[in-house]
Nanobody, 114 residues
Framework: QEHLVESGGGLVQPGGSLRLSCVTARSTYNFIAMGWYRQAPGKEREFVAG?????RTTYADFAKDRFAVSRDKNTVWLQMDNLKPEDTAVYYC??????????WGRGTQVTVSS
């Protein structure tokens, strides 16, 4: 079992920035992949950004040039810049272990509004 705790969400104006964090119980170097997903009201959960154990990053088209995923020993980060109202959603951290196990955090709310 893995315990993930997200934080850093909140209310921000359009054009603003937020940095989300996901603290993991084990070192992030135990995971083959880490990432962020989001779910807006009435919509399905969607991929935002991912990071592999070899440090390769991938982004959804809407996240390219605005979001950046990174990690250190026990935290996965998502830097979000130039936020737009359509970025409003609950953001979830996801990690995948080496034996096919997968874990989710409980999410952190991001609201972009003037």
């Amino acid at each position: 079992q893995e315990h993930l705790v997200e934080s850093g969400g909140g209310l921000v104006q359009p054009g603003g920035s937020l940095r989300l964090s996901c603290v993991t119980a084990r070192s992030t170097y135990n995971f083959i992949a880490m990432g962020w997903y989001r779910q807006a009201p009435g919509k399905e959960r969607e991929f935002v950004a991912g990071l592999t154990s070899s440090e390769r990053t991938t982004y959804a088209d809407f996240a390219k040039d605005r979001f950046a995923v990174s990690r250190d020993k026990n935290t996965v980060w998502l830097q979000m810049d130039n936020l737009k109202p359509e970025d409003t959603a609950v953001y979830y951290c996801n990690v995948r272990g080496r034996i096919g196990d997968e874990f989710w955090g409980r999410g952190t709310q991001v609201t972009v509004s003037s």
